[in-house]
């Protein structure tokens, strides 16, 4: 996001809004993020996965003609929007006729890359297939940040080069920015270099742990002074003020709308909750989307459901993530404690800007301690 506010904000619903919102409540399929491959041309070692050198034998990723098939199964269901990704999908020789065939079936598609691959040639394939978006990720303002984080010499030369290969054939290109400790004070200067390369700029304020749990990738993140210097800058009073939570309110979409894939064809409700609902090896993607226990375990999870969270303080200014809950602190249901201590930096701010009396948000008592 690139206005610090959360997503849950009520605003008035534009016809695509009221399309999504009837998915939801229809658990019907929407949107699936697809995890081609885990080789990688880089070695972030922020990154939540468990990526392999791109020359590494990849004898557990789908087939192409394995790919094709997931790709009729998925416009069967009804599915609109396709996300591929990695690992670095570029590796992977036949990402453009898997894309290629996507579009065919009339996905909105969106590919997420480092952009080192990105040559000519690739982006008038890219340009070919007329992507809702080809989102690159960026690490820091300059080669030093950028490469010292990709641990890959001359990959901020590259994915610069790949932005501008992609606005020279009229592709709309995101700037992705994991905000990290290495990184945030650079902030302005990569928003303008965003702006610069004509590329929509968002940022996340979160890095996760790997996805086997294992917390290398938590020396990058923000810290709470951080995470307040960074509010000061981007927060939306008005945004937090207007937020109404009930009892009734999902603090996250997971389970409504959309699946992920991983690269052996395993099927989870999103890359944060790698609870396996399936292999697409053993039972199609339509069985499993009827008749998964996951759905309905976690699509019916509320505000209500979270012992220590439906009694917070800080609710309204909380953006909570389940698989952060259950990959950092074990239980899904548990308060996810990242995401209180962002909530913690938001309360600072807004009470700081005359948005919040101090004394109708007081500090949560899970939370006591946690900040000095």
Not at 23 to 29: D, N
Not at 42 to 61: F, I, N, R
Not at 226 to 249: G, M, Q, S
Request: charged share 25%.
């Amino acid at each position: 996001m690139s206005v610090e506010g959360p997503s849950s904000i009520p605003e008035a619903a534009s016809p695509y809004d009221q399309i999504v919102n009837q998915t939801r409540q229809q658990h019907r399929l929407f949107s699936a993020h697809w995890e081609l491959t885990y080789r990688c041309n880089q070695k972030c070692s922020h990154c939540y996965l468990d990526v392999c050198p791109p020359q590494s034998a990849a004898l557990d990723e789908l087939t192409t003609a394995e790919a094709f098939r997931v790709i009729d199964e998925l416009a069967a269901l009804g599915a609109l929007n396709l996300t591929l990704s990695g690992g670095e999908v570029l590796v992977r020789h036949d990402w453009f006729e898997i894309a290629q065939y996507a579009r065919a079936r009339k996905f909105l598609l969106r590919l997420f890359t480092n952009g080192i691959l990105i040559t000519p040639r690739v982006a008038d394939q890219m340009a070919s297939l007329h992507p809702y978006a080809v989102e690159l990720s960026v690490y820091g303002a300059d080669a030093e940040t950028h490469d010292g984080m990709t641990q890959r010499a001359r990959s901020f030369e590259l994915v610069m080069r790949a932005f501008q290969l992609l606005r020279e054939r009229g592709i709309r290109t995101w700037f992705k920015v994991p905000l990290m400790r290495e990184n945030i004070q650079q902030f302005d200067a990569l928003r303008a270099l965003a702006e610069s390369l004509g590329a929509v700029f968002r940022y996340d304020i979160t890095i996760t742990v790997k996805d086997d749990g294992g917390r290398a990738p938590l020396q990058h993140r923000l810290t709470y002074a951080d995470y307040v210097w960074l509010f000061r800058k981007v927060i939306d009073p008005k945004v937090w003020v207007e937020r109404t939570v009930t009892p009734e309110t999902r603090m996250c979409g997971i389970a409504k709308n959309a699946l992920a894939i991983d690269p052996a064809g395993n099927v989870s409700p999103c890359v944060q909750v790698r609870t396996r609902v399936g292999n697409v090896h053993e039972q199609s993607l339509r069985e499993m989307w009827a008749r998964a226990h996951a759905w309905n375990e976690l699509g019916r999870i509320t505000l209500n459901d979270l012992p220590v969270c439906r009694v917070c303080e800080l609710q309204s200014v909380c953006v909570r993530c389940h698989g952060l809950a259950l990959l950092e602190d074990g239980d899904l249901r548990a308060p996810a404690m990242i995401n209180c201590l962002e909530a913690l930096a938001r309360r600072q701010v807004l009470i700081e800007k005359g948005a919040l009396a101090p004394e109708k948000f007081p500090i949560p008592a899970h939370l006591q301690g946690v900040v000095q």
